[in-house]
């Protein structure tokens, strides 16, 4: 293959990648009259930001980040707190009857369920516990959701450092906790930053659950809101590719930052990228 | 030294462990079994009610084929194509980390924002498709994508082509990037050809992360949900239904949670079988 044509088709597949998202960008930036225009005007239009002050001002828009960032963060921090734990423990521990190694295999197991299997029954409990609706029942749910694959992420990371490290603190009369947090922690910090944030983009992201289990403004998440506006008969294009472009913002910057670990997290572990 | 250490904290790593645990089990299993108890009855009655309606319900086969169409046409498609830019991106070429970067754009967003930018792609009225066709003298009137029978599947899977194929081609870099240079030398010096080193090395020593990658878009094309939903809703009509949405309407439409647990575990079921199959050949793979 000549070296032309090898360039030619790495372009032709980043346009095909970018060039849908870069649409909903125009459409969100032209007014109205411009939507309908033909041919479609990919860049000459005049730019304008009434969409998104109708979006995240006159509308929900802003409620509705607001909650995805509280959900996303919390539900993050809980599974990283009970993940790293396990996760220590199954990589530092040879457990009797192989029970670490079943354990992991377990956890990694729950995860693999499809969500709607779950979604329903959580459904119920959530009724059941009069949590429906409520930004409690995100978290809960997200936690449990990540945990598996937190556990999975370190105890991989944990394995890579040296166990002599931590033995020479228990040496020196360190506790276990102690040398955990003192020694073998900062040298895992990398792998937890790019955990924590794939536990991040899974949250903000997530969509089955949040439109089952939340029902108004009160607990809505930034993908439901969207989604019930995609969804209406009279649709506000403008206002929604708006609202996209919001949600879009974070993802991109984390992705960007945490490359390097990407196959990792999203082969659970299974490809060292 | 070591086993002195580990004795004195043997009951550390339970109390480690335990808090995951308690969460998993409250969260993952007792809502399995919740759900068993609820497939297991039909309004106050307990029975195998739910599980025979199956067989015979007509919308739960069509559901499953559809599940299967769907499945069957992204994997073969996301994986050809994914292979083929990771050969390529594989070479030598100025800006790789760059185009590399880039190209995870469409696997990063929100199922729910890829839905918007593609209605707004395959819009009838407005849509970049339709207005770029119209330029070029094509007739749009009946390609309403989303919108018709027949173009409607395709258009769901050309989203998720567009989507996941990115993903494909990441662990699919990955995994040549992790091949030696040893074998294509001796290749090289064997004076094998081009197609014989991809055919005799490369796809051997890639076939791990090939099963890999296999596996999971597999689980995740046959618990699809999100994307048809937010582009379709299963429409128009019943013809892009796959098992999820059906599952979800029979829950949340029609509040019929037993029959919706009993198909969830039909579901469950298929995933399970097909991924022990893919992990013996994987298992399989790395002993040979």
Redesign the interface.
């Known amino acids: 293959m000549s070296r032309a044509l ?2 030619f ?2 372009v032709v ?2 346009v ?6 870069y ?2 960008f125009t ?1 969100s930036l032209k007014s109205e009259v411009d ?6 005007p ?1 860049f000459n239009f005049t730019p304008t930001l009434e969409h998104y002050f109708e979006a995240f001002v006159a509308r929900s828009f802003g409620q509705y980040l607001i909650t995805s960032a509280i959900v996303a963060v919390i539900s993050t921090l809980c599974a990283l707190v ?2 790293t ?2 996760a ?3 990589a ?4 009797p009857y192989d029970l ?1 190694r079943r ?1 992991s295999l377990w ?1 990694l197991s ?1 995860r ?14 959530m009724r059941d516990l009069r949590l429906l609706d409520t930004k409690a029942s995100l978290i ?2 997200y ?2 959701f990540n ?2 694959f937190v ?1 999975w992420m370190m105890r991989g990371f944990f394995d890579e450092v040296p166990r002599d490290l931590e ?1 020479a603190a ?2 020196d009369g360190d506790s ?2 102690g040398a955990l947090v003192r020694v073998v922690l900062p040298l895992v910090a990398p792998g937890l930053a790019a955990t924590a944030v794939f536990c991040l ?1 899974v949250s ?2 997530e ?2 659950f949040a439109l ?1 289990l939340t029902q108004t403004d009160a607990s809505m998440t ?3 809101g ?2 019930g506006r ?2 209406q008969y009279e649709i506000k ?1 403008g206002v ?2 708006a609202a ?1 472009a919001v ?2 913002v974070p ?2 910057v984390f ?2 930052a945490m ?1 390097k670990y ?2 990792r997290g ?3 572990g ?4 | ?2 086993r002195k ?2 004795l004195r ?1 043997s009951w ?3 109390v ?2 335990a ?3 308690a ?2 089990v ?7 079994i ?2 068993i108890t ?1 497939s297991l009855q039909v309004g106050e009655v307990w029975g195998l009610g739910n599980f025979t309606r199956l067989a015979s319900d007509g919308f739960f086969l069509t559901a499953m084929a559809h599940t299967f169409v769907y499945a069957v046409a992204a994997l073969t498609c996301e994986f050809l194509l994914g292979l083929g ?1 990771a050969l ?2 594989n ?1 030598q ?1 100025r800006g790789r980390g760059f ?8 696997m ?6 890829a ?7 395959l ?1 009838p ?4 498709i339709n ?2 066709l ?2 070029i003298g094509i007739d749009t009137e009946s390609l309403t994508w989303t919108a018709s029978p027949g173009l409607a599947m395709l258009s769901v899977i050309a989203v998720d082509v ?1 989507q996941w194929t ?2 494909v081609f ?2 699919l870099l ?2 040549l990037q ?1 091949i030696p240079q040893e074998p294509y030398e001796a290749a090289l010096i064997d004076g094998s050809s081009r197609w014989q080193t991809f055919r005799h090395v490369t796809l051997p020593l890639l076939k791990p ?1 090939i099963l ?2 296999l596996l ?1 878009r597999t ?1 995740d094309l ?2 699809v ?2 994307q048809i939903f ?1 582009l379709t ?1 299963g429409g128009p009509g019943f013809a892009t239904e796959t ?2 949405l059906y ?2 309407r029979t ?2 439409r029609f509040f019929d ?1 037993g029959y ?2 009993a198909m ?2 039909v ?2 079921a298929l ?2 079988v097909i ?1 022990v199959v893919y992990i013996r050949f994987l298992k399989h793979e790395s002993r040979a």
């Open positions: 090898k360039y088709l790495v597949a980043l095909a990648a970018l060039a849908p998202v649409w909903m459409i939507h309908f225009a033909l041919p479609p990919w009970l993940g734990l396990a220590y423990a199954l530092r521990f040879r457990l670490d354990l956890i729950t693999m369920f499809p969500a709607i299997v779950t979604a329903v029954p959580l459904f119920l409990m809960i749910v936690t449990a945990l598996p556990v033995e228990l040496v276990r906790l983009i903000w992201n969509f089955l089952v930034l993908p439901v969207i989604a995609v969804t294009w929604m590719s996209g949600a879009i993802i991109l992705a960007m490359q990407l196959v999203l082969s659970l299974a490809v060292k990228g | 030294m070591r250490v580990l904290s550390l790593p339970y480690l462990i808090p995951a645990v969460v998993l409250a969260l993952s299993i007792y809502p399995l919740y759900s609820v830019l390529l991106l070479n070429i185009f590399r970067a880039t190209l995870l754009v469409p990063m967003l929100p199922p729910v924002v839905a918007v930018v593609w209605r707004l792609m819009n009225n407005f849509g970049a207005g770029t119209k330029q567009w990115p993903f990441l662990v990955a995994g992790a992360a890999i990658v999971l689980m046959l618990r949900f999100d937010l809703e098992i999820s599952i979800y829950a949340f949670f919706a647990a969830s575990f579901l469950l995933t399970n991924s």
